[in-house]
């Protein structure tokens, strides 16, 4: 099975404003395979300009930022297609549509690299960036898992938080963790009515 990267797709809407969401991607065949579950605001974008920017970023602030609502980060036209870099992106990669594999549920969309550029170095994750992409990763399938396993989990994330976690970092993770209490709260809502 092929390795998945954790990323930041920046694509443009129909109306040329930026979008940021994670995504999981991998490498199959020399190209980038992106599968972005219906509906999705990426999809719609992906397939009606045909192009995408991978960013890759240790600030896991887009990442949490991304699903809690969080998604005016500063950006910079892209080199060479129709696109969106992040300013915070270590390297970042332009993507041109190549092939699409229907599905009902999760098409795979697959990308030829046109144009790709190192900022600064990566200088590896701490354990509590890993942590904050793990919940990030979580919180994107609440609702498909009970809130034991979701307890659980963050009980286990918490403690690379505890340890190693700077401003960022924590910032993040308050973002993920209020996420998760709200919609706990709608469960708990849901069981009383």
């Known amino acids: ?84 870099v992040l300013e915070s992106a270590l390297a970042h990669r332009e993507l041109e549509l190549v092939e699409i594999r229907e599905d009902e549920t999760r098409p795979e969309l697959y990308f030829k690299v046109v144009h790709e550029a190192q900022h600064r170095p990566f200088r590896g994750f701490n354990r509590a960036q890993a942590a904050v992409i793990e919940l990030a990763v979580l919180v994107s399938r609440l609702h498909m898992l009970p809130v034991e396993k979701i307890d659980a989990e963050i009980a286990y994330l918490q403690i690379a938080v505890e340890k190693t976690a700077g401003e960022h970092e924590l910032q993040a993770w308050q973002w993920l963790i209020e996420c998760v209490d709200n919609h706990k709260s709608a469960i708990r809502m849901e069981n009383l009515a």
Not at 12 to 41: C, K, V, Y
Not at 54 to 63: A, K, P, S
């Open 1 to 84: 099975m092929p390795m998945i990267y954790e990323t930041i797709i920046s694509s443009l809407d129909a109306s040329n404003q930026p979008h940021i969401a994670p995504f999981g991607t991998r490498e199959r065949d020399g190209l980038i395979l992106i599968a972005p579950f219906r509906p999705s605001s990426s999809l719609d974008n992906l397939l009606h300009h045909r192009c995408a920017v991978m960013n890759l970023t240790d600030d896991v602030r887009i990442f949490a930022g991304a699903l809690t609502g969080r998604r005016d980060w500063p950006v910079r036209r892209a080199d060479k297609i129709n696109g969106v």
